[in-house]
């Protein structure tokens, strides 16, 4: 099963609105063929396990990370092709989150003689389907608030310099985070200051195509977005998306999409519009907030933000001027949402933590 959610993570970031699964096929304790999806519309990682079969599995158990399908979609279900491949026994990792499907494949593979295994590396393998399950039982995404720190909690200095507080394996980290998303945001202010491309430019082994479907999500709330910006210019401007108030000035965003929103009643950016909108226009699963501080402290207030991924760098501006990591207004103490902390390790030189509200809806 291991194995399985090893190939599934090969394709986070790219099958949306579908989840990455993970399959393979094992007879007298050998492997015999594995796959994976890859895109939606294209064959799920079940069939692609059984094309890769070097014999028949007929006998064999399939291991896979979700629990296959039942129902017909863009392709048909894999129940029935598990059924003519006359395997003995289906481990699952997770049952399918979708209230209307989950369980239906177990009683129709037992029903048909074979023995059917849930729950093996669930904890694991979790994480893979999680924003597929918020997003199909919801219509809701999943939002991780990326920053990086140092020990004062700036992430740039009095002069807006951010580069680089983390080091080489914190920044290698962060482009896995990339590919891994469905899209990353990040405020104006980061775009003026850092002029970043926001794309995956690492490498990833056995998939070439590894980020090339990576929504870039900018909130421009003061309508000053530089036209001549990496993010509206190069060959992705395609896959950028401009969002802004009706409020500020236009302007031209080359090949980018411009999406406007009204102004909350306190004549702020609508956050939890633009995050609905991503979700059901663009079905977007997973979004990497990449900051800045007022863009992460306003999604921080509105209770919007899911996982919290910090990586600390020993360093200490001890500058008032530096740039917090959460420029908003902010909390009282008494008032302040707690966060539990799920995962903290070295990275390089760096700390990393890994949190969470400590209820999500």
């Keep these: 099963m291991r194995r399985a959610i090893e190939l599934a993570r090969l394709s986070e970031g790219l099958t949306r609105?579908?989840?990455?699964?993970?399959?393979?096929?094992?007879?007298?304790?050998?492997?015999?063929?594995?796959?994976r999806h890859r895109r939606a519309g294209l064959a799920h990682a079940e069939v692609n396990a059984f094309d890769a079969c070097t014999e028949s599995a007929a006998g064999a158990t399939l291991y896979v990370t979700l629990e296959p399908c039942s129902t017909t979609g863009r392709q048909p279900?894999?129940?029935?092709?598990?059924?003519?491949?006359?395997?003995?026994?289906?481990?699952?990792a997770c049952d399918d989150p979708n209230p209307r499907h989950a369980g239906r494949a177990y009683e129709l593979l037992r029903e048909n003689g074979i023995e059917v295994v849930s729950g093996i590396c669930r904890d694991e393998a979790f994480p893979l389907i999680e924003p597929f399950g918020r997003h199909i039982t919801a219509g809701r995404l999943f939002v991780t608030l990326k920053l990086a720190l140092t020990l004062d909690g700036r992430i740039a200095d009095r002069n807006h310099s951010s580069k680089w507080i983390t080091g080489t394996e914190a920044r290698r980290e962060v482009q896995e985070m990339r590919r891994r998303a469905d899209a990353v945001l990040v405020g104006g202010g980061t775009v003026v200051a850092d002029n970043p491309s926001l794309l995956y430019r690492e490498t990833c082994e056995g998939e070439p195509d590894a980020g090339s479907k990576l929504l870039r999500v900018i909130v421009d709330t003061h309508g000053d977005l530089p036209e001549?910006?990496?993010v509206l210019t190069d060959e992705a401007a395609t896959r950028t998306i401009v969002a802004r108030l009706d409020s500020k000035p236009s302007h031209t965003c080359g090949a980018a999409r411009v999406w406007n929103f009204s102004p909350t009643a306190d004549d702020a950016f609508p956050f939890a519009a633009l995050l609905e909108r991503l979700a059901q226009e663009e079905n977007v699963m997973s979004l990497l907030c990449e900051g800045g501080g007022h863009l992460a402290a306003r999604l921080h207030e509105k209770g919007l933000v899911d996982e919290y991924a910090l990586f600390y760098a020993p360093l200490i501006l001890g500058d008032e001027a530096g740039l917090?990591?959460?420029?908003?207004?902010?909390f009282l103490l008494a008032d302040t949402p707690r966060l539990q902390c799920l995962e903290t390790h070295r990275i390089g030189s760096d700390l990393f933590l890994r949190m969470r509200p400590t209820k999500i809806v």
């Design 77 to 92: 279900p894999c129940t029935e092709r598990i059924l003519r491949e006359r395997v003995a026994r289906v481990v699952v």
């Design 324 to 330: 917090p990591g959460f420029a908003g207004r902010g």
């Design 17 to 35: 609105p579908n989840p990455p699964v993970g399959a393979l096929v094992v007879k007298q304790g050998r492997i015999i063929g594995e796959g």
């Design 228 to 230: 001549q910006a990496r």
